[in-house]
């Protein structure tokens, strides 16, 4: 087994702020990814990595960065924060061959922009 | 373009019943993979269950079953004997299988399941 790890679990940023979120994987896993989660709303695809140091982007990537520097973490940066912004954002990660193999999430950071 | 669209917002069922949940999909591959996932009130995500599309038979796990119906687009979650801790928001996803789009993972806006006494 394995296990994603997300820190911080709680980020309190201001308005027009540069924040980064991080991830770590232990699983071995290729293929990384991040997803933001609004209230009662679906899972929305940021950016995601197939490999160290690949960067793929997702359909809400305005605003962010990505950087995988390394096959076991996947660090999302919000390049300036909105004000009353509230979301949790979602890492996770999956096996790059046999594409249909499951994706196991981390237990999320919950932003919130003062 | 990828798309996953689940109209069910909220469903209420009486324990111990059936309940199907829709998922319609678009995506111009012809080879792709369908998931249901399960996000409980704390948060947590789990997988439950996987359709291929090269696949005729539906896929089943445990009191999990998939209506995969590739003409229509469509792969419905079936959850028999639904019991209280099956209430949860559940998530259609689908991963395209052409090299373009390698492990491009993308959700639908989640259905949320109450189960009643």
């Known amino acids: 087994g394995g296990i994603i790890t997300q820190t911080p679990k709680f980020l309190i940023g201001q308005e027009g702020q540069k924040l980064t979120l991080k991830c770590q994987q232990n699983?071995?896993?290729?293929?990384m990814y991040w997803y933001r989660q609004d209230s009662g709303k679906g899972l929305r695809l940021i950016y995601y990595s197939i490999t160290e140091n690949d960067l793929q982007k997702g359909d809400l990537s305005e605003g962010y960065d990505a950087s995988r520097e390394k096959k076991s973490s996947f660090s999302l940066t919000v390049t300036s924060a909105q004000k009353n912004e509230m979301a949790v954002f979602l890492c996770?990660?999956?096996?790059?061959?046999?594409?249909?193999?499951?994706?196991?999430f981390g237990k999320g950071t919950r932003l919130t922009v003062v | 373009a990828q798309k996953v669209t689940q109209t069910q917002t909220s469903i209420s069922v009486v324990e111990k019943t059936t309940v199907t949940m829709d998922c319609v999909y678009e995506t111009r591959d012809s080879s792709y993979f369908l998931f249901w996932y399960k996000q409980t009130a704390s948060g947590e995500i789990v997988f439950l269950i996987r359709?291929?599309?090269?696949?005729?038979e539906n896929a089943t796990v445990g009191h999990y079953s998939l209506n995969f119906q590739k003409p229509k687009s469509s792969i419905g979650l079936i959850i028999t004997a639904t019991q209280i801790e099956d209430s949860a928001v559940y998530f259609c996803?689908?991963?395209?299988?052409?090299?373009?789009?390698?492990?491009?993972?993308?959700f639908g806006q989640g259905t949320k399941l109450s189960i009643k006494p």
């Open positions: 996803a689908m991963r395209e299988g052409g090299n373009y789009n390698q492990g491009k993972l993308i």
């Open positions: 996770a990660s999956s096996l790059r061959q046999g594409k249909n193999t499951e994706v196991f």
């Open positions: 359709q291929d599309s090269y696949k005729k």
């Open positions: 699983f071995n896993h290729d293929t």
